[in-house]
């Protein structure tokens, strides 16, 4: 069995149980948030730091920020017609 068989079926079988590994990566969320209650940071550099979730819910804006700044901005000036490149001189 080559390694590329073993990857698409593993892919595959992933794929299918779609609604178990979100559920997981979101436990795996929520546990990293109740970690943060116990573990505090040793220096703060700003006042928000100290607040329970702060670096979570931060993540989530940024990366929710960058998805809609790629897809409103950075997408139309990069994207091209279909035969943009198929031109004959």
Same mark, same amino acid.
């Given at each position: ?9 593993? +892919? ?10 979100? /559920?997981?990566? #979101?436990? $795996? *969320?929520?546990?990293? @948030? &109740?970690?943060?209650?116990? +573990? ?10 100290? /607040?329970?979730? #702060?670096? $979570? *819910?931060?993540?989530? @804006? &940024? ?27």
């Amino acid at each position: 069995m080559s390694l590329t068989t073993s990857l698409s079926r593993l +892919l595959v079988k992933a794929r299918d149980n779609a609604p178990f590994w979100k /559920k997981a990566l #979101f436990a $795996a *969320l929520g546990l990293l @948030v &109740v970690i943060n209650v116990f +573990l505090h940071p040793h220096h703060a550099h700003f006042a928000l730091e100290t /607040k329970v979730g #702060f670096w $979570a *819910l931060f993540g989530v @804006v &940024v990366s929710v920020a960058m998805v809609l700044v790629l897809k409103k901005i950075i997408y139309p000036l990069i994207n091209k017609p279909e035969a943009f490149y198929d031109r004959s001189e």
